[in-house]
């Protein structure tokens, strides 16, 4: 007789998605003092997969909550009339690593999209669980 038993080990992701050469990025994360376990993707040099976008979206909810609209290649695309729907911010996010609001924090089950003062103190909380 077999017996099979599976064991499901829990995973807890850490994960902060940023841009190297933005001064803010940077000072967040001086500021935050992050552990170790925390790993660090620099979008401009390791792009962000359809999987990795799939995976933001479903703790974001929407394509939109992940979009910088403050993004120069946006603003300019704006200004020519362009109006964005999800399907368009999804493309744009795969496109080009400007359109995605930084940073990106996700902590276990948790996502903390950009740089306000009120997202900040919540990745500080997050982190001090």
């Known amino acids: 007789m077999q017996i099979c038993v599976n064991f ?3 995973v807890i992701v850490k994960k902060l998605y940023h841009l190297s050469t933005c001064s803010t990025c940077q000072r967040i994360i001086n500021d935050l003092n992050l552990p170790s376990g925390i790993e660090q993707q620099d979008i401009k040099n390791t792009p962000i997969t359809k999987e990795q976008l799939q995976e933001l979206v ?3 909810g929407n394509y939109e909550a992940l979009f910088n609209k403050r993004a120069r290649l ?3 695309q704006k200004k020519e009339g362009f109006q964005p729907n999800e399907s368009a911010f999804k ?3 795969l496109e080009h690593y400007t359109y995605l609001k930084r940073p990106v ?3 276990d ?3 903390f999209i950009g740089n306000s003062k009120k997202t900040i103190d919540a990745v500080k909380s ?4």
Do not use: D, P
Not at 126 to 129: P, T
């Open 126 to 129: 997050a982190l001090n669980e």
């Open 74 to 76: 946006f603003l300019a």
């Open 58 to 60: 479903q703790l974001s």
């Open 8 to 10: 499901y080990l829990l």
């Open 91 to 93: 493309h744009l996010l």
């Open 105 to 107: 924090f996700v902590l």
């Open 109 to 111: 089950k948790q996502i």
